[in-house]
């Protein structure tokens, strides 16, 4: 069974930087892509970033510019480097791994931007 562990989230001022870690634990096989959502209050979840396993990205537009997503395969590990963080990227973010049968998720971490 596959577990992905997410770290890195916490609170920072408007215009600070965080990076967000998603580490899987167990063995990953036909990976189709990882991904960022995020949930903010009263809103829908959306996908923050993704990246394919041919190492195609793509973002929302609200983080273009400001938002870096990444991957270590050795480590099954997906990241992303948040800078410039406005007050509207306050959510709960989760990391998602879409393989060809099953997808998996993480537990979520809290990023807050006060302003």
């Known amino acids: 069974q596959v577990q992905l562990v997410e770290s890195g989230g916490g609170l920072v001022q408007a215009g600070g930087s965080l990076r967000l870690s998603c580490a899987a634990s167990?063995?990953?096989?036909?990976?189709?892509?990882m991904g960022w959502y995020r949930r903010a209050p009263g809103k829908e979840r959306e996908l923050v970033a993704a990246?394919?396993?041919?190492?195609?990205?793509n973002y929302a537009d609200s983080v273009k510019g400001r938002f870096t997503i990444s991957r270590d395969n050795a480590k099954n590990t997906v990241y992303l480097q948040m800078n410039s963080l406005k007050p509207e990227d306050t959510a709960v973010y989760r990391c998602?791994?879409?393989?060809?049968?099953?997808?998996?998720w993480g537990q979520g971490t809290q990023v807050t931007v006060s302003s």
């Open positions: 998602n791994f879409l393989l060809i049968y099953n997808d998996y």
């Open positions: 990246i394919t396993n041919g190492g195609s990205t």
């Open positions: 167990g063995s990953i096989s036909r990976l189709i892509r």
